[in-house]
């Protein structure tokens, strides 16, 4: 049923938190090599799609494939190796307070790869470059760090593997332009050039523009509409328009109460 | 009405069977992975010196003055018969048998079942411990196996400081306030007391040990719902360790010296 190029396949996927249904029926397919970005109101369940497929919530009901593999119900062992393959960014950064920032980085290169501590933290002061963070940051506590730094050292500690998927939720966010830009160009890289397979999570209109080759939007735990950069612009789907360009009137109701 | 108050006690009884059996899953669990490489050495040492050795001043405190209170009351009580000479024996086998590991459990268990739900608690509502997956790191493996360990190691550590201590506490009032010959008292105190007092008393320890990192960990690992959630694992890790500590200790009293 699967084609063989669809790197991650998400074929009916339920998930719902006590009487919320937060995903109802989400269908997507992402091919290798691939960068997709997922757009959605804020609270539509872009997260817990992304933590589906990592395994982290476990949904109701569909299938989840990652390079042909079923992932609902899998035992730890194999989530294991799947996971060796992935890397990822949480909104919330989530970076291990206990550990500086350059061990943050290298916490898969040291622990999951086995890599010798002084190899692992050149190659951690290296992404952390990437990112914008010079050699002050690397013997920090992420407490001492700012959001947005925060954000950062956690994609670096998200392509540090170089892993062949990648899943970013909103990385731009808290961040100035420029340094949002540098982000967006890292990201373009890692799928360009590495050849990753990148789905992010975005709300953020120029980042989706530049680093997708398809964007899909979510609502109401459905996605709802997949295309192209060129094609978003001009889609007839008035929820997509609304969405994109943030108009108060349309189909998207927002539950606000007048003032 | 009837009806109510038997759906009530089911529930009471599911609820009471769900969490026994999340612990007994969480044990199982914890123990295999403190007993299967890879062991992480750098947080097992970690864990030692900061349940260790941290633990120290206030075992050493409430050791002492718990020994020379000890000594007090039996003086007072003995002269009743005439049998002041009891004082050095009781003392010894009442330190190391109970009060050394059982005020030392409980006292470790304040500081310490507090500290591990309160980190590890921390790092589940900041989603570290989902990050920790990611990174192809087990997180009872890493989180859970070095306190364990840890914690069986030390405590019986700590407990032989404390009978030392308390001992000398008992005799520090012996000689100093209630007259008793120094040499006297040491000579009995050494003559009464038989390796199984002390034995049976480090075993104890080693089971409070285990108990202690056991409910830090459990409490904290599913703490849920941010500031409020971490607060509520803290206080129910070191209840439910004082209480399992009182529990075990009556149970190893009954295997070490019969009903
Ligand atoms: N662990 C959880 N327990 C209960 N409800 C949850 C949990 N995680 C998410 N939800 C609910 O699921 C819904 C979707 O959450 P999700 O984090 O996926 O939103 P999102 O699309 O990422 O939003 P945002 O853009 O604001 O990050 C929310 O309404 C949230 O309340
Ligand atoms: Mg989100």
Redesign the interface.
Known sequence: MMDVTSKIALTDVHKHFGPKQVLNGIDLEIGAGESVVIIGGSGSGKSVTL?CI???LTPDRGSIRVDGQETVGMS?GDR?AV??K???L?Q?A?????IPVWENVA??LI??Q?MARPAARDIAVEKLAQVGLGSEVVDLSPAELSGGMRKRVGLA?AIATNPDIIFFDEPTTGLDPIMGEVINDLIVECVKEVGATALTITHDMDSARKIADRIAMIYKGKIIWVGSVSEIEETANEYVAQFIHGRVDGPIQMDLRAL | MQFNILALIGRVFLAFFGATGRLSIFTASGVRHSFSP?W?FRHILRQMLSIGYYSLPVIGLTAFFTGAVLALQIYIGSSRFNAESAVALIVVIGITRELGPVIGGLMVAGRVSAAMAA?IGT?RV???I?????????PQK?LVAPRLIAGTTMLPLLVLVADIIGVFGGYAVSTEKLGFNPGLYLKRTIDFVQTEDVVSGLVKAAVFGFLIALMGCYHGFNSRGGAQGVGRATTNAVVSASILILVANYIVTTIFFGA
């Open positions: 933590k990592l395994g982290l730890v294991e996971l060796s992935v890397g990822m949480f919330g989530a970076l291990f307070d206990s916490f898969g622990a999951g086995r500690r | 890879p992480y980190e790092m900041t989603e570290q989902d990050a920790l997956v990611t990174l192809s790191t087990n890493y």
